[in-house]
């Protein structure tokens, strides 16, 4: 056996080993059913299969653009390239915390009600790790690429802008949750572009 294939089985390992003894551990400290974890969310609560379908897609965006980076930043460390692979690690991590952050509603609900973290101070830990990426690494993310970076945070800033004015916006009635999760999933699919457009140049150039 080579060492390339040991090194691609053993993450194999943990990643399907891992998960499945978490859950039996969580179970048994939390006194909570093993089917609560393992279990599809819509089968759980009863209801539709399609229930909540742009989110989940908007998660598979968020997972798709964390896999990119992770890949890209792979190359990059390969070429000795150690900046852009900083960036791209960067990257993943930042689109990573955002798909958990969807798919768990963390700082809806985890943070404040179970980690006793306040929303906002969630939000500003996040807005706090987001400037901090785009000032450092301004240089790559200002390149041909950079409208669909420009789209992608100003989609997902009116999204949150649109959370926060709710109240006023009651005339519109059940079309509020459209206009603002139709614009979260706009700025997940400009965020995706851009990742995509960069990776591919970047991979492309690499082979040069």
């Not at 908007?58 to 852009?84: D, M, P």
């Not at 004015?165 to 949750?177: D, S």
């Amino acid at each position: 056996m080579d060492s390339s294939f040991r090194s691609a089985v053993r993450p194999a390992l943990w990643l399907g080993i891992l998960p499945v003894l978490l859950v039996a551990l969580a179970s048994s400290w939390l006194a909570i059913e093993v089917r609560i974890f393992t279990q599809d969310a819509t089968a759980l609560a009863k209801v539709h299969p399609l229930a909540g379908i742009l989110s989940s897609l908007g998660i598979l965006g968020w997972w798709t653009s964390a896999s990119l980076w992770l890949f890209c930043a792979a190359v990059h460390r390969r070429e000795g390239e150690q900046h852009l692979a900083r960036f791209c690690l960067s990257s993943a991590l930042l689109s990573g915390y955002l798909a958990l952050d969807d798919l768990f509603q963390i700082h809806e609900s985890l943070a404040p009600v179970y980690l006793g973290i306040p929303e906002l101070a969630v939000y500003g830990m996040l807005g706090l790790a987001v400037a901090a990426y785009l000032l450092s690494f301004r240089e790559q993310l200002l390149n041909r690429r950079g409208l669909l970076l420009l789209g992608a945070l100003g989609l997902l800033a009116a999204s949150v802008g649109v959370d926060g004015l709710e109240r006023w916006l009651w005339r519109l009635g059940h079309w509020t949750y459209l206009l603002e999760d139709g614009l979260k999933w706009m700025g997940i699919m400009s965020w995706c572009a851009f990742c995509v457009a960069w990776c591919r140049d970047h991979v492309l150039a690499a082979q040069r």
